[in-house]
C-alpha cells in the first residue's frame, strides 16, 4: 500500500475521509454555528483526541478498495484489502509490521519463492527503511486536525442522520462531503468522496483505544529492500 496520502481534498489520494465518533448526548451547538466555525470546531476536537478507529471502501489507488485502521497517536493496526488479498498493518514508533498471504507478494512483484517464505508471516520493516517508507503516507492517518484544516472553504450541506446520529453537513469544494456530530465533541461522523476515487469513510472509538503490541518474532526485513 505504498504512497497514499490525506483525505479532505485530495481526491486522487489516498483520501482520507471521517466517520463516527464516541459522542456524549448534550448539543455541542454545531447547528448554529457557520459552516467556517463548524469546521473550526472539528479541528479542534480532533486535535484533542488521542484515538479513533477509521474505515473505508470505495476506490483508492492501486486497487485497494477497503481499510479498518485503529489509530493510538503516532501508531496504528488494522488492514486493508489489496487485489483480494487483507493485509495486516501495525506501525509502532516508526516500525512497520506487515502480515499478508503469498498472493498480495507476487501481486507487489517479488518472486514465487520469496513470496512463500513471507506467506502470511508477520515482517517488520524498520523506520528508515525503503519499505518503512513505502508506507509512510500511513502517517497521515496521526493527524486528522490538520487534513481538516487543509480543507480550504466549506459550505453548509444542511443536516441529516448517520446510524441514528443527528448531523450537520459541510460541503468541500472538491465534493467531498463531512458529516458532524450534533451532539458530544464535534467529531466528524461520516465522509464521502466523489469522482474517481469516490469512497465512504467513517470514524468511532474516539479516545478509547489503548496502545498497540508489536508482533512475536517478525521476519526482519533488510533496509536496503
Excluded at 471502501?57 to 479498518?68: A, E, K, M, Y
Excluded at 497517536?73 to 498471504?101: C, E, H, W, Y
Excluded at 518472486?111 to 528508515?128: C, F, M, Q, S
Aim: glycine share 10%; proline share 4%.
Amino acid at each position: 500500500m505504498p504512497e497514499r496520502t490525506g483525505w479532505v481534498g485530495a481526491a486522487a489520494a489516498f483520501a482520507m475521509a471521517i466517520l463516527a465518533a464516541a459522542c456524549g448526548s448534550s448539543s455541542n451547538d454545531v447547528t448554529s454555528k457557520t459552516p467556517a466555525q463548524v469546521l473550526a470546531a472539528v479541528v479542534s476536537a480532533t486535535s484533542a483526541a488521542t484515538s479513533y478507529q477509521i474505515t473505508g471502501t470505495g476506490n483508492f489507488v492501486d486497487g485497494v478498495r477497503s481499510l479498518d485502521f485503529k489509530v493510538a497517536r503516532s501508531n496504528l493496526n488494522g488492514s486493508f484489502v489489496l487485489a483480494g488479498s487483507t493485509v495486516d498493518v501495525m506501525q509502532i514508533a516508526g516500525n512497520v509490521f506487515i502480515k499478508a498471504p503469498a498472493a498480495y507478494y507476487l501481486y507487489e512483484g517479488e518472486t514465487a519463492a520469496r513470496a512463500a517464505i513471507l506467506d502470511n508471516a508477520w515482517v517488520e520493516a524498520t523506520a528508515g527503511s525503503k519499505v518503512a517508507n513505502d508506507f509512510s503516507s500511513l502517517s497521515g492517518f496521526f493527524d486528522i486536525s490538520s487534513d481538516l484544516s487543509s480543507a480550504g472553504t466549506v459550505t453548509s450541506g444542511g443536516t441529516g442522520n448517520v446510524d441514528g446520529q443527528s448531523v450537520v453537513i459541510l460541503k468541500v469544494a472538491d465534493g467531498t462531503s463531512v458529516d458532524i456530530a450534533t451532539s458530544g465533541p464535534a467529531y466528524p461522523v461520516q465522509v464521502s468522496t466523489t469522482g474517481s476515487s469516490a469512497a465512504m469513510y467513517n470514524l468511532s472509538d474516539w479516545n478509547g483505544i489503548a496502545g498497540f503490541t508489536p508482533p512475536p518474532n517478525p521476519i526482519l526485513i533488510p533496509a536496503s529492500s
